[in-house]
């Protein structure tokens, strides 16, 4: 039995854009994604007898195919053509669930990646990010991870010049967000806000932190609920009051970040959210994608985080 252990890191959106309806019925998006350093921690135990299943310390976390680490063993085993009938993912969750930070995605994309590297199978990054868009339309994204430009329904992308050193905070509030809803909402509406995408792009190029920070847009925050708007308002103007150059909400939220060029500021920002909000982390952009920390190969090897 071989054991990888590998960081699986949260994203978050710097512009989140719908372009319209496509004839198959989902949305076409465009949005500029950024990893940080907050990290679920999996391990892979390739080999462990009872099938593939998944285990966390969250009871409400399901362990079979609906979970997306699973669902990516699967997709990776169907499309390698691969025979190996057992394999327990053990996941340390740091991720907030149900957040718009890509956790599940996130660690369907480590699976893909350690199962790749345990197995020898050769796929080169591409290649696995299109078994992953089999699985969710985050998951290709978090397979390359760092920062892009993501088309589509998450399945184009293109690299581009990470964000400059800075820290991140992330505040996830009291409430979750249903995402066919705020679809739902965004066709409803006649006119929409848009964000700078162009402008964000040339910001990245230039290494312009300001420029990226006031450049931050979500256009599904103008599809939230009255009392939810009010609140993710609340958490981005307590950031701005602390010192971030910007604060906007990630994904489908309702996690909102903030960028910081001062870590005295950040942390200020930190102690004063932590008081009445769910959770709050202090994090940082990631350069590149996270590598396995460590591989075991024993014949009587077991590991639970």
């Not at 979970?67 to 990516?72: D, E, I, P, Q, R």
């Not at 929409?192 to 932190?209: F, Q, S, V, Y």
């Not at 609920?225 to 010192?243: A, D, L, V």
């Amino acid at each position: 039995m071989s054991v990888l252990i590998l960081q699986a890191p949260a994203k978050i959106n710097l512009t989140l854009d719908i372009l319209g309806t496509r004839p198959d019925g989902y949305h076409e998006m465009e949005m500029v994604m950024q990893s940080v350093s907050l990290c679920d921690q999996l391990s892979l135990n390739l080999g462990f007898p009872g099938g593939v299943r998944a285990e966390s310390g969250l009871r409400f976390l399901p362990n079979d195919k609906s979970n997306l680490a699973v669902a990516a063993a699967l997709a990776f085993r169907r499309a390698t053509g691969q025979t190996w009938k057992d394999l327990r993912i053990s996941i340390e969750k740091k991720i907030p669930v149900c957040a718009g930070t890509a956790g599940g995605s996130s660690d369907a994309a480590a699976v893909l990646r350690g199962l790749n590297h345990l197995t020898n199978a050769g796929l080169n990054p591409e290649e696995l990010a299109q078994i992953g868009a089999e699985v969710g339309s985050d998951v290709p994204y978090c397979v390359l991870g760092t920062t892009a430009l993501v088309k589509g329904r998450g399945e184009v992308l293109t690299q581009l010049p990470t964000v400059p050193p800075c820290w991140i905070l992330l505040c996830k509030p009291h409430f979750s967000i249903s995402t066919p809803a705020l679809f739902r909402e965004w066709d409803r509406k006649k006119k929409h806000l848009r964000p700078d995408t162009k402008g964000i792009l040339t910001a990245l190029e230039h290494g312009d932190l300001l420029g990226i920070a006031q450049r931050m847009f979500n256009v599904f925050e103008a599809a939230l609920p009255q009392h939810q708007h009010r609140e993710i308002e609340s958490i981005k103007n307590t950031m701005i009051q602390s010192g971030a150059l910007g604060a906007a909400m990630s994904g489908s939220g309702p996690t909102v970040f903030g960028l910081f060029s001062q870590e005295e500021l950040a942390r200020r920002a930190q102690q004063f959210l932590e008081a009445s909000q769910e959770a709050v982390f202090l994090t940082t952009p990631l350069s590149a994608p996270p590598s396995p920390v460590i591989e075991l190969d024993q014949t009587n090897c077991s590991f639970s985080v």
